[in-house]
């Protein structure tokens, strides 16, 4: 056994979110929604590809001008 463990520590911060999530149990399902909403979106290829076609080169210093 090793003298640093401390085995039944928890942080004020892992109490507090255990005991949300206690009072809450259906908070992580709303967690899931909005990352759904917001993140996992379906990724069109073809798209993506146009969009990366269509790029115009950056000059390598955009600040100067054309005298």
Known sequence: MSFFRRPDYASDTTQFIDQLKAQHPQL???QRQGRALLWDKQV????QAEFSEGRV???PYVYQTKA
């Open 28 to 30: 992580e399902a709303e």
């Open 44 to 47: 069109d290829r073809a798209v």
């Open 57 to 59: 080169a950056q000059k």
